[in-house]
């Protein structure tokens, strides 16, 4: 066991499979839209065009040229734009899709093994960015909530990650001290420097293993590597 007392870790991509889970979804609607009845793209091009899509306006979202809502209401007319689909239900699709994938409950490789190792020798807490009623359907059909003690989801308050005070927020509400708290999560931007600004220790989460520049207490490329790390 370390000396950390509090763990905070991070949802989306850290906990949550938040790729499997939104394809899973686009397959399901895919299939409830009959699609493949249009023939203009496979359901593997409609995947990889929403992940392109996503993924570029998440990246804007986290330098602060976007907000959430300008995602959920243009990421499917760009797609569906960009696919030359003439689509008249797209607004339908993208309610749709916001109310499927929460309900989706897969999470990444390791994570139930690793909370279930870490519960009873230290207190976790869940710092999340992102809608509040979203987040609370995530936790509780993947089952990932009974482990958490404190969710503090920016919804909650004015303030998202990587600021610092939603992180003095959640210190405050669980009672941490920052010398004995830890940050997991899969953002260089959102958890690691938001970490820092505290600062308390971090672990990045690099499944990809994408190379980077940043300095970081622990790195790890598989959640079970926590238990290698003394945890
Ligand atoms: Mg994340």
Not at 31 to 43: E, P, R, Y
Not at 127 to 144: A, M, R
Not at 187 to 211: C, H
Request: aromatic share 12%; glycine share 4%; proline share 3%.
């Amino acid at each position: 066991m370390s000396n950390y007392k509090h763990l905070f870790f991070d949802l989306d991509h850290t906990l949550w499979d938040y790729e499997r889970n939104s394809e899973a979804t686009l397959r399901l609607l895919y299939d409830q839209f009959a699609l493949s009845q249009s023939s203009l793209f496979t359901i593997d091009e409609f995947i990889r065009k929403f992940t392109e899509v996503n993924e570029r306006l998440w990246d804007l979202y986290h330098i602060g040229k976007i907000n959430q809502d300008h995602i959920r209401k243009e990421r499917f007319r760009i797609v569906f734009n960009s696919l030359r689909l003439e689509f008249d239900s797209i607004e339908e699709f993208s309610t749709e899709y916001i109310a499927e994938c929460p309900k989706m409950g897969m999470t990444l490789p390791g994570a139930i093994e690793l909370l279930e190792h870490l519960t009873g020798n230290y207190e976790l807490h869940i710092i999340t960015n992102g809608f509040v009623d979203i987040q609370d359907i995530k936790l509780k059909t993947s089952g990932l909530d009974k482990y958490f003690d404190q969710v503090i989801i920016s919804g909650h308050t004015n303030y998202r990650k990587p600021d610092r005070e939603i992180f003095l927020h959640a210190m405050s509400e669980t009672n941490a001290q920052p010398e004995t708290s830890i940050m997991i999560g899969d953002s260089l931007e959102s958890d690691i420097r938001g970490a820092k600004n505290v600062p308390m220790d971090q672990v990045f989460f690099n499944p990809k293993m994408t190379s980077h520049q940043e300095e970081v207490t622990y790195e790890i490329s598989n959640l079970l590597e926590m238990k290698a790390l003394g945890f």
